[in-house]
């Protein structure tokens, strides 16, 4: 199907500046765009495509070997006499979410390399993506094992198979794109380091930029080729602009200047290594050809540093990416005085409006392609209004901005009377490390890192007959299995004669991700200003952990004589962590409430996750109120968890001088454990364990003496 042509897309200017730099200059690392859904960026990145330089390729060869340049070690090589080769244009390869290692890296065919000792090896995606654009939506729902394979394979730029003896190793060069929506979890830190720039989308608020957006998708749907017909003298110009700039990217200067602004504003933003400074200088370089010049100005550094900076500032998953402008631009002018070749013609806040910004778009995102209209304001060729850019600060807010949650409500145990408003209590200190809570006994869900579970990596325990399509190689059983019937197979000499029955494969022990759903009691018992804090404290910290451990997380509340589902599970740890921030406090405690709602929850998860086993953390003193007998109802609904083999933990958050236990009893009652807030330290774990030690040590030397 004919591709929606890049130019007409809307109000996308930095989306779309953001893969052209990347057009011109592959080696800035690619691009992650972070955005809602529905704002364009699939059809963004798969319009890129047609506007890429075709490739030199050696005939025949399945790895796209340059023939210029081919890699020796191919193995569909050597490559000796590849000539001139021939032309194909550039591959735009996407990794499905769920792919398999195999369909990442390739596939050896083991019956052949057991009996024949040939590599007969079918290449996978990342060979297909050689010399192309990889592009992986929803890239942060990728499976880890999957992510650790395009971190090897970005870093290196070459991929490896490495199997039973048997070794491939082809070259794996390409623009890494992928797009992701925030709500649904958060990239791991190698991964988001490894894109070398970063955008941030959204839906437009301007009702004539939705208008425009909405009809031109109608006239696409309706007549595609002719659709792209009309954008074709615009797409023509474009991919001639960009053969353009890299022509002339070679001889484009990086001055003492612009590299001292540079490393200046690493430093100040507090980034972390060195690899930011790289691709801010790859950026500039690659914004000044794309303008025409051979020289980098301070506007091209400022521009650089909008794209491949937020994403390396986090310090926690739970900060939103961003930067701070005027502080850049102040760092971009302390610095600006250090140019030896002469004053940079536009200031800090050049870009846009300077001499060399021929297009009006957002934060120095000059020299975009036309979107409908002219940039002298004129009547657009095609009668299309001239739509009006946003602004990344406004996307950046939009974006940024936490859910909105219900109006608090005050401390006062009587549901019918009023209550003052009151501030949600803010999380007390920073989150620590939390101790490891897990599910007893061994799972099969997603790859994670909490509970025990079969899993495609880790220590190999036995093995067992392919279920479907082969996994790991078992070679001992293998060999074993296929022993006894050599004779009658008619081995000849000493090779060992394998047929597909005899293949077995490992099983293997790992780790998996859990669901974890907090109850947290939020009634008026909890209210007190600092002891919600330290519980929110404690829920953040756990959080954390649930982040690092893959897990999917969900939170139910209950207060004032009610629960609600607070946060369905997601796999947005940070989505949680905005809802703890503004939870509300006051009123009753229906601990049986929150119970059976969390009950109902965890229930339709198994319908729709069933690998998945869940973990329940109930956060609470234990106290229950309203309604007839509390207490009794609110044991009834941990029995009826207990019943269903739900995983739970207590975290006892009694306080005072006197202490009723009553958190331990519902432990009890779910059959689980029971903690306090102190005890939910990891370090406190490990003096726990170090005490005990000492002591028992103590015992010994006494009773040795």
């Known amino acids: 199907m004919t591709p929606y042509p890049f130019t007409a897309l809307v109000g996308q200017a930095d989306l779309q500046l953001s893969l052209l730099l990347n057009a011109v200059s592959p080696a800035i690392g690619g691009v992650l765009v972070r955005g809602e859904k529905g704002t364009a960026k699939s059809t963004a990145v798969r319009a890129l495509t047609t506007l890429l330089p075709g490739v030199d390729v050696v005939p025949g060869c399945r790895f796209s070997c340059d023939p210029a340049t081919p890699d020796p070690a191919c193995p569909d090589g050597p490559h000796e006499d590849a000539g001139a080769g021939e032309s194909r244009p550039a591959r735009m390869v996407e990794l499905p979410v769920g792919a398999s290692e195999d369909r990442l890296v390739g596939a050896l065919d083991i019956e052949r390399a057991l009996s024949e000792g040939v590599k007969a090896f079918e290449p996978g995606l990342l060979a297909d993506a050689h010399r192309g654009v990889l592009y992986v939506?929803?890239?942060?729902?990728?499976?880890?094992?999957?992510?650790?394979?395009?971190?090897?394979?970005?870093?290196?730029?070459?991929?490896?198979?490495?199997?039973?003896?048997?070794?491939?190793?082809?070259?794996?060069?390409?623009?890494?794109?992928?797009?992701?929506?925030?709500?649904?979890?958060?990239?791991?830190?190698?991964?988001?380091?490894?894109?070398?720039?970063?955008?941030?989308?959204?839906?437009?608020?301007?009702?004539?930029?939705?208008?425009?957006?909405?009809?031109?998708?109608?006239?696409?749907?309706?007549?595609?080729?002719?659709?792209?017909?009309?954008?074709?003298?615009?797409?023509?110009?474009?991919?001639?602009?960009?053969?353009?700039a890299r022509s002339l990217l070679p001889r484009v200067r990086l001055g003492d200047?612009?590299?001292?602004?540079?490393?200046?504003?690493?430093?100040?933003?507090?980034?972390?290594?060195?690899?930011?400074?790289?691709?801010?200088?790859?950026?500039?370089?690659?914004?000044?050809?794309?303008?025409?010049?051979?020289?980098?100005?301070?506007?091209?550094?400022?521009?650089?540093?909008?794209?491949?900076?937020?994403?390396?500032?986090?310090?926690?998953?739970?900060?939103?990416?961003?930067?701070?402008?005027?502080?850049?631009?102040?760092?971009?002018?302390?610095?600006?005085?250090?140019?030896e070749d002469g004053p940079q013609p536009d200031g800090p806040d050049g870009g846009p409006d300077g001499p060399d910004g021929p297009d009006g778009g957002p934060e120095g995102g000059g020299g975009l392609p036309p979107q409908g209209a002219p940039q002298d304001g004129a009547q657009a060729p095609r009668d299309e209004p001239s739509i009006p850019e946003q602004t990344q600060p406004e996307r950046s807010e939009e974006a940024a901005a936490p859910p909105s949650a219900e109006s608090t409500a005050g401390g006062a145990p009587d549901p019918g009377a009023p209550a003052p408003p009151q501030q949600a209590a803010a999380p007390a200190g920073e989150p620590f490390k939390a101790r490891a809570l897990t599910v007893p006994g061994l799972g099969e869900g997603a790859a994670g890192r909490r509970s025990r579970a079969r899993t495609a990596h880790g220590r190999t325990t036995g093995a067992r007959r392919p279920q479907g399509a082969l996994g790991k190689l078992?070679?001992?059983?293998?060999?074993?299995?296929?022993?006894?019937?050599?004779?009658?197979?008619?081995?000849?000499?000493?090779?060992?004669?394998?047929?597909?029955?005899?293949?077995?494969?490992?099983?293997?022990?790992?780790?998996?991700?859990?669901?974890?759903?907090?109850?947290?009691?939020?009634?008026?018992?909890?209210?007190?200003?600092?002891?919600?804090?330290?519980?929110?404290?404690?829920?953040?910290?756990?959080?954390?952990?649930?982040?690092?451990?893959?897990?999917?997380?969900?939170?139910?509340?209950?207060?004032?004589?009610?629960?609600?589902?607070?946060?369905?599970?997601?796999?947005?740890?940070?989505?949680?962590?905005?809802?703890?921030?503004?939870?509300?406090?006051?009123?009753?405690?229906?601990?049986?409430?929150?119970?059976?709602?969390?009950?109902?929850?965890?229930?339709?998860?198994?319908?729709?996750?069933?690998?998945?086993?869940?973990?329940?953390?109930?956060?609470?003193?234990?106290r229950a109120t309203g309604g007839p007998e509390p207490l009794v109802r609110s044991r009834q609904a941990a029995r009826l968890l207990a019943a269903d083999g739900t995983a739970s933990v207590v975290v006892d958050c009694e306080a005072g001088q006197v202490r009723l236990g009553l958190a331990r009893e519902l432990a009890a009652e779910l059959g689980g454990s029971a903690v306090t807030l102190d005890e939910l330290r990891a370090d406190a774990v490990t003096e726990l364990v170090r005490s005990t030690t000492d002591a028992r040590n103590a015992g010994h030397a006494g009773r040795a003496a």
Request: proline share 4%.
């Open 137 to 244: 939506d929803e890239v942060n729902l990728l499976h880890d094992h999957l992510v650790d394979l395009l971190l090897d394979a970005a870093a290196m730029g070459a991929s490896y198979v490495e199997r039973e003896g048997v070794s491939v190793r082809h070259a794996s060069r390409f623009l890494l794109v992928g797009t992701m929506n925030p709500e649904e979890g958060e990239l791991r830190p190698q991964l988001l380091d490894r894109f070398g720039l970063t955008v941030e989308v959204a839906a437009s608020r301007e009702t004539d930029q939705r208008v425009e957006v909405v009809r031109r998708r109608l006239a696409y749907d309706d007549d595609p080729e002719g659709f792209a017909a009309r954008w074709a003298d615009d797409e023509r110009e474009l991919c001639e602009r960009i053969a353009a």
């Open 257 to 339: 200047a612009a590299l001292r602004q540079i490393a200046a504003t690493c430093a100040a933003f507090e980034v972390d290594g060195m690899r930011a400074d790289l691709v801010m200088a790859r950026t500039a370089t690659a914004m000044a050809a794309w303008e025409g010049r051979t020289r980098v100005e301070s506007a091209d550094v400022r521009q650089a540093a909008l794209l491949a900076l937020p994403h390396r500032r986090r310090r926690n998953p739970f900060d939103a990416p961003g930067l701070d402008e005027d502080k850049l631009d102040r760092t971009l002018e302390e610095n600006s005085d250090q140019d």
């Open 474 to 622: 078992h070679l001992a059983a293998t060999v074993q299995a296929a022993a006894p019937y050599q004779h009658a197979r008619g081995r000849r000499g000493s090779g060992l004669v394998v047929r597909r029955d005899d293949l077995r494969e490992a099983v293997r022990e790992g780790r998996e991700g859990n669901l974890v759903l907090f109850v947290v009691d939020a009634s008026g018992s909890m209210a007190a200003r600092q002891r919600m804090s330290a519980v929110k404290g404690a829920v953040l910290s756990l959080l954390l952990d649930a982040y690092q451990r893959r897990d999917k997380v969900g939170m139910v509340t209950f207060r004032r004589g009610e629960a609600e589902v607070a946060l369905p599970p997601t796999s947005s740890v940070d989505a949680a962590a905005a809802r703890l921030e503004s939870l509300p406090t006051g009123g009753r405690t229906p601990l049986a409430a929150g119970l059976l709602r969390a009950r109902e929850v965890l229930r339709v998860e198994r319908l729709r996750d069933p690998a998945r086993r869940p973990l329940l953390v109930t956060v609470t003193d234990g």
